[in-house]
């Protein structure tokens, strides 16, 4: 059975860090194409961070140079590391991987950052 689970979300003040973990299992095949995606309250699911790989990295332009996305095959997880955060990026995030042509996500952890 095909899972990911994220954890890793909290409250946190303004400035601080976060890092959320991905825990992917029952994938038969190399996962090479993995996202992070968030959604605010009253706003639609929007992209965060993509890697490609074990190095190809993308990123929203309202998030790059504070937030990185790294894996660890060895834990078949998935991280989002998050500094310098602000109110706005207040949201519940969302893994998601593309497997066998198939888009898989996990339950979302809610990340809510206080000014």
């Known amino acids: 059975q095909i899972q990911l689970v994220e954890s890793g979300g909290g409250l946190v003040q303004a400035g601080g860090s976060l890092r959320l973990s991905c825990v992917l299992s029952g994938f038969r095949f190399s996962i090479n194409y993995m996202r992070w995606y968030r959604q605010a309250p009253g706003k639609q699911r929007e992209f965060v961070a993509r890697?490609?790989?074990?190095?190809?990295?993308n990123y929203a332009d309202s998030v790059k140079g504070r937030f990185t996305i790294s894996r660890d095959n060895a834990k078949n997880t998935v991280y989002l590391q998050m500094n310098s955060l602000q109110p706005e990026d207040t949201a519940v995030y969302y893994c998601?991987?593309?497997?066998?042509?198939?888009?898989?996500w996990g339950q979302g952890t809610q990340v809510t950052v206080s000014s």
């Open positions: 890697l490609v790989g074990d190095a190809s990295t």
């Open positions: 998601n991987v593309l497997y066998l042509g198939k888009d898989y």
